[in-house]
Structures are given as C-alpha cells and as structure tokens.
C-alpha cells in the first residue's frame, strides 16, 4: 500500500513546486519494495509536477514509462501531457489552448491553473524584454488571450510610472 498522505497535503497547501519531487521519491520508495502501484499512481498529478518546474526532460521520461494500458484509460493523464507536449515544441498559444480543452478534476485544477497564471506572466515577462514594440494581436497569441483580455492585462501589470516623463 501507498502512502500518499505528504501528496495530498502539498496539493491542499498550494505547495505545487515540491510535487514532482515527492511523486519520484514514492514513488521510488515503492517500486523498491516490489509492490506493484501501476494502476493506483497519480500519473497525471505526477506529470503535472514535472510540467510546474518546467522539468519536461523528467516529464517525457515519465510519460515514456507509463504503460499504454494506463494513458488510454486516463483522459486527464492524455491532457496533461498535452501541454508538456506543447512546452516541448514551443507552441506557445497551444499550451493554453491544451489547458482549457480539457475539464480537470478537483485534485489538479489548481496546480493547472497556477501553472496557468505562472506562464501567462513568464510569457509576458519574456515579451517586454524581448520586445521594444510589438502588436497586441502577436501579444494576445503567446499569452493565449483575446486581443482585449491582452490589453488589459498589459494595462493592470505594466508599471507605468517607471515610463520617463514627456
């Protein structure tokens, strides 16, 4: 039997960046043991961990490991490797896409939605250092927006006062 007891608790304490870390190290426990946990794992909690710390080396690896049986019978695991597909090829506005095309279960949607809102402003931090003007359509595309919703995004997290005086 598992005891997925510090798991659980990092999930109900929103302390997503140590979830990867305490999936491997169970899960490492467990398989030692020779106890077999293929059908009651976390897999997509698990791979969601790895996708959270951008470590999608170790998510690959996962999903590679995972019995096809398991990713057939899991939609949720299918989706959140969806996005760690989409961070590993760049597709910058199909991460979002990948986030919202699917109906997360109550155990992950808030490590998928602070995930979320951890990328939107990445993607944005990326944006005004990479860019010295760039349209609001191109900014709506890498952050997954509407072109409004990118608009006020940019209003309310731009520091303005930082601006020099004209």
């Known amino acids: 039997m598992m ?11 929103k302390s997503y960046e140590k979830i990867a870390d305490i999936c491997d ?3 490492l426990q467990v398989a030692s043991r020779g106890i077999a946990f293929q059908e009651e794992w976390p897999y997509a ?9 951008n470590d999608l080396n170790s998510a690959r690896f996962l999903w590679k490991s995972i019995p096809q049986r398991i990713k057939e019978s899991r939609p949720e695991l299918v989706a959140a490797w969806k996005i760690g597909q989409c961070l590993w090829n760049r597709d910058y506005a199909g991460v979002y896409g990948a986030i919202r095309g699917f109906g997360w279960s109550p155990e992950v949607i808030g490590l998928v939605t602070t995930f979320s809102e951890n990328y939107t402003k990445k993607m944005f931090q990326l944006l005004t250092s990479a860019y010295s003007t760039i ?3 191109d900014v709506a ?7 409004d919703d990118a608009t006020n995004f940019v209003i309310l997290t731009s520091d303005f006062s930082a601006l020099p005086a004209m």
């Open 3 to 13: 005891d997925l007891s510090q798991l659980q608790s990092t999930l109900a304490s």
């Open 25 to 27: 190290e169970v899960m």
């Open 45 to 53: 909690i698990h791979l969601l961990g790895h996708i959270y710390v």
């Open 135 to 137: 349209t609001v359509a």
């Open 141 to 147: 595309h890498f952050v997954g927006m509407s072109e």
